[in-house]
């Protein structure tokens, strides 16, 4: 028996015993709400033994008893389902592969004070079908823990609050730091938050590391990699609309400057964003960000740019929503020179901001997008998106959505012209719980593609299904 075929066994020894730990926490759960309902169903009517000594709880001691649960322990996870296909994978021709991933989750959200709060999360994520070995990280994770944190904050959500432990960072639109949440395995930090937060401001400050996904071993953060940042909120000071300054502060070891020397890397970005409702129906976002500092000795030196405005029909039945949106971020121009041009994208949620096959990132990019959302009815939206990519930069790569280069040409590319991609996907909510969604996508190649790569053009499509408990 082959490593791959250990691995696979392993899997499916570690997902059965998720499954039974699933179980073992549940059934008290469930019979504490089956006893409670069977409680309310018998206490409006008398006991049939008129010597019975044990005495069913009346209504109002059964609502009291559910209360008290609610308020103190919640449960809950998620059951999602998504097949994905690529054709011309790599913009090379006969490339194709075809898989299903999947994911379960479940928590426990306890709640034992006004004050302290204590959640929990395991997860589970497969693939199944995906071509080649072993399935990478982003795919792949069996049963480990996702979220373990206190909280320290007032249940009415207002004022000062600790957050210590493994969690989610969500920013702004998440352009920079997000929970990548479509990714199979999504993304947490071990990290130590301290927040303000009223009506008027809200107020983070934190230090953390980045959770690193390994398969069949426990995951822990990277060493040598760390983030810290100070984040303000204003959803008050501009009419319809919210303003965010933001400072953020990468520090890294063991990096390589453009001479491959090793050392440490600093980079802090500043930035700012802006998002709101305008009249007449028009609704705008922008955000600006600058980097500064160094990388092995190098100089760095980066900046991006989003902006966005939208216009809504809001008296027509499909509600149409027309987009149009301009993303840039710097690349390097000259890779012997000593300074370090590309922007730093950070930890970033990118599906769907350029483009659904996730083969862009905001990385050396000028981005146009032409965009139409409709909504039928409240639960079903649909989107037709047209992108447009040029390189900021001919002598700098093309980095896809997690950041990692695609193609480069060191000498210069003849042209900057990416290529184009149009996208098609929608969503609907069958009830509250239970979604279904799908999409696909198509990629022409440019000529930079065509120089760089096969040429080939490629195709990106999925379907998915999600319950909510």
């Known amino acids: 028996m082959g490593r791959r075929e250990r691995m696979k066994d392993h899997s499916r020894i570690a997902a059965s015993l998720f499954w039974a730990m699933v179980v073992v926490v549940a059934m008290p759960l469930l019979t504490l709400h089956v006893y409670a309902q069977e409680a309310t169903e018998h206490s409006s009517s008398p006991p049939t033994e008129p010597h019975n000594h044990t005495r069913s709880l009346s209504h109002q001691e059964t609502k009291q008893l559910n209360q008290a649960t609610e308020e103190w322990l919640s449960v809950g996870g998620e059951i999602r389902l998504r097949w994905e296909g690529r054709r011309h ?26 004050w302290f709060r204590v959640y929990v999360e395991g997860q589970d994520a497969q ?6 070995g072993p399935d990478p990280p982003v795919f792949q994770d069996t049963f480990d823990l996702r979220q373990a944190y206190i909280d320290l904050f007032h249940r009415q959500k207002r004022g000062l609050g600790l957050r210590l432990g493994r969690q989610e960072l969500i920013f702004g639109e998440e352009r920079l730091i997000g929970a990548f949440n479509w990714g199979n395995t999504a993304r947490t930090f071990d990290a130590v938050r301290v927040y303000y937060d009223t009506k008027a ?6 230090a953390a590391a980045v959770v690193r996904i390994q398969d069949e071993r426990f995951n822990r953060t990277a060493k040598g990699d760390n983030l810290y940042g100070v984040y303000a909120a204003f959803p008050r000071w501009i009419p319809r609309g919210r303003w965010e300054v933001y400072t953020l502060w990468r520090a890294q070891s063991q990096t390589v400057n453009e001479r491959g020397e090793r050392g440490d890397a600093d980079r802090v970005t500043f930035g700012t964003r802006l998002v709101g409702k305008l009249p ?17 000795g190098d100089r760095a030196r980066a900046w991006a740019a989003h902006l966005q405005l939208g216009y809504t029909l809001a008296r027509v039945r499909l509600k149409p929503r027309f987009l149009a ?20 994208q950070l930890f970033p949620t990118n599906h769907n901001k350029y483009g659904i096959a996730d083969l862009v990132g ?3 990019i000028h981005n146009l997008r032409l965009g139409l959302s409709l909504k039928p009815v409240d639960r079903v939206g649909l989107n037709v998106d047209v992108h447009s990519f040029w390189l900021a930069s001919r002598r700098d790569a093309l980095y896809n959505a997690p950041g990692r280069p695609v193609a480069r040409i060191l000498d210069g590319a003849v042209s900057r012209h990416v290529g184009e991609e149009i996208d098609l996907y929608g969503s609907i909510k069958l009830t509250p719980y239970f979604s279904l969604g799908a999409g696909a996508a198509h990629v022409f190649a440019g000529r930079f593609l065509k120089q760089a790569t096969p040429g080939e053009n490629t195709s990106f499509a999925y379907a998915m299904a999600s319950y909510h408990f």
């Open 362 to 364: 905001w990385r050396n």
């Open 127 to 132: 693939a199944l079908g995906l071509a080649g």
């Open 325 to 344: 949106e301009y993303n840039f971020a710097s690349g390097d121009d000259d890779p012997n020179d000593g300074k370090v041009g590309t922007f730093d």
């Open 201 to 206: 401001i809200r107020l983070d400050a934190f």
């Open 89 to 114: 994978a790599g913009f090379r021709s006969g490339n194709d592969d075809g898989y299903l991933l999947t994911r379960f989750r479940f928590h426990l959200d306890v709640h034992p004070g006004e």
């Open 280 to 296: 007449h129906n028009f609704d705008y976002g922008v955000e600006l960000a600058g980097q500064a500092g160094d990388v092995a």
